[in-house]
């Protein structure tokens, strides 16, 4: 069985709804940037843009675009991930409960702070009455959204799939993952390879049929918790196995690389373990990183191979003893394949697989 990205839409820190960044990427100084949105006038009336929370108005400006892009109009299943929510709600909601003693709230805020707030509302925006589902797993919400889409396609209950990574950040809550360094970043070696924590909505959809305008395939996905370093090297043999090609085939690695010592220190471990010889990119240091920041690497990847070029500004900087050496002013060409390491906190550790639709 093969599944394809057939189209993908992304709001963040870049230029919205485009892939504008490709060729003229937008770099930050700040370690908190605020996603870059489009006009909602555009795409809501004013009543629904009051009643709809921003990260809500993204979730479902994303997933229309890629419907429209791929010219589907209602996608058999809805999958969506995210590890805060509607974060901003959910905060005025516990504001307002302090605020007026836990009388007269607004229900509005309650309901957008649960989860599954972003599926549902998705679903109704496209009057889509099939499979439904939302994954919460921090870091790794998107790959287990992912593999739920495999499994959906494998039973062959579904041909298409709306898939979507969605988080927001608050200044609360950020202030919260500063003091306690989950978000710690340093500067990088480069000005122009600072990090920072950011928002995202990224949309796409998946289907098992093959066409011209299909972006890229997806061949596997594979997600682990706490492997030990043969458990990798064994996982990774397999996954590459089942899609027909070998380590050597692997045009480039795309990782989860911010800044932050602890989260570098197991990629740099990994590289040099697994991919000495293979050039090793970066994509935080352009949009951010945050829970449903695995959402943005399928997007970039995808992109990538679609355009069969990886951009001099994606190559990330070498590991100490890494071969692999990139010389970052040069574009890498011809690719074929994209590996995606992720980690999230050194506990659940993911692979997923994208390969070139072109002939």
């Not at 605020?99 to 599926?119: A, G, R, V, W, Y």
């Amino acid at each position: 069985m093969s599944v394809y990205i057939q189209s993908a839409n992304q709001i963040s820190a870049q230029q919205p709804l485009s892939d504008e960044w490709f060729d003229r990427p937008v770099f930050y100084d700040g370690i908190r940037v605020p996603a870059i949105d489009p006009d909602f006038k555009d795409y809501f009336s004013p009543m629904e843009a009051r009643r709809k929370c921003t990260l809500l108005k993204r979730a479902v400006v994303t997933s229309r675009l890629t419907l429209r892009d791929a010219s589907v109009e209602t996608p058999d299943a809805i999958i969506s991930s995210t590890g805060l929510g509607c974060i901003e709600n959910t905060e005025k909601f516990l504001r307002s409960i302090m605020e007026n003693d836990e009388k007269f709230l607004q229900p509005t805020f309650f309901m957008q702070s649960t989860h599954n707030i972003l599926s549902s509302s998705i679903a109704i925006e496209l009057k889509c009455h099939g499979y439904n589902n939302t994954f919460v797993h921090r870091g790794t919400s998107f790959e287990n959204a992912l593999l739920d889409a495999f499994m959906q396609f494998e039973q062959k209950r579904v041909k298409t799939v709306l898939i979507g990574g969605y988080d927001e950040l608050t200044d609360d809550y950020f202030k919260f993952l500063e003091r306690i360094g989950i978000w710690d970043f340093v500067p990088g070696p480069s000005p122009e390879r600072k990090c920072f924590a950011g928002d995202v909505a990224v949309s796409m959809l998946l289907g098992t049929e093959r066409n011209g305008d299909t972006i890229c395939e997806i061949s596997d996905v594979e997600l682990m918790y706490k492997p030990a370093a043969d458990r990798l090297r064994e996982r990774l043999d397999l996954l590459l196995a089942k899609a027909g090609c070998g380590l050597p085939d692997i045009d480039a690695v795309l990782t989860g690389l911010n800044t932050n010592p602890a989260n570098d220190k197991v990629y740099n471990d990994v590289i040099l373990q697994l991919f000495d010889n293979c050039p090793v990119l970066q994509y935080k240091h352009l949009f951010g990183e945050s829970f449903s920041s695995s959402a943005l690497a399928v997007y970039v990847a995808a992109t990538c191979l679609h355009k069969n070029r990886i951009p001099s500004f994606l190559p990330a900087y070498n590991p100490p003893a890494h071969s692999g050496a990139v010389e970052n002013r040069r574009d890498i060409k011809d690719i074929k394949h994209i590996l995606i390491y992720n980690h999230y906190r050194n506990k659940s550790h993911s692979f997923i697989l994208l390969s070139s639709c072109s002939n």
